[in-house]
């Protein structure tokens, strides 16, 4: 029987099961340890969505690394707004660095898209998206995603880390919305 939770007004059910993130997490740490061998990356976690992801993904990483966290806008309730702020809180140097930017999930790409834009006016030497989460069928722009833990449906998803107006992002587990009505 699914497990199902509700969030303020809505109602989720279990889709991706703690065990199973934790796996896929190691899988993208293992890669990311591999190809970044004999580097010194810099994770930039973009809050408030990837602080769960970022904290279990860095404890895997073996690598001499720094880790920042930034913020840009966020969802409103279950649909996007389309409003893009700028990056804050960037409060290292990254001229010369490669950087990997940590992200919860990429749906339209938008977001990573404008990130990427303006981290490259800091002359980083490379930059790479590692996401928790991709909706494949709801890219709108062309971004070379590197490292990407699970494709997911279209849906709207909750928990590790990822909100629903605010809440939902204190479980293990990864929910999505159930059918409305
Ligand atoms: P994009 O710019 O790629 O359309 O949106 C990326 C941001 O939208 C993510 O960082 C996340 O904050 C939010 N987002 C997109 N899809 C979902 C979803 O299914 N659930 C939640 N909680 N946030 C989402």
Do not use: W
């Amino acid at each position: 029987m699914d497990k199902i939770i509700q969030v303020k007004d809505k109602r989720f059910a279990v889709s991706i099961p703690s065990d199973r993130i934790q796996a896929e997490v190691k899988r993208v740490a293992e890669q990311i340890n591999k190809e970044y061998e004999g580097q010194s990356p810099i994770f930039l976690a973009v809050l408030n969505g990837s602080f769960v992801f970022a904290a279990d993904l860095l404890r895997e990483i073996t690598l001499p690394c720094e880790v920042s966290f930034v913020r840009l806008a966020s969802y409103q309730g279950v649909s996007t707004t389309g409003t893009i702020r700028e990056i804050m809180g960037l409060n290292l140097d990254i001229t010369g660095r490669p950087i990997i930017i940590v992200e919860d999930i990429v749906d339209t790409g938008l977001t990573m898209a404008h990130m990427l834009e303006t981290l490259k006016t800091h002359n980083p030497s490379s930059i790479d998206i590692c996401t928790l989460l991709l909706k494949p069928g709801k890219l709108q722009v062309d971004l070379d995603i590197r490292y990407c833990c699970l494709q997911i449906p279209n849906d709207f998803i909750v928990g590790y880390g990822l909100d629903y107006d605010g809440f939902g992002r204190n479980t293990k587990d990864i929910y999505t919305l159930c059918d409305e009505g």
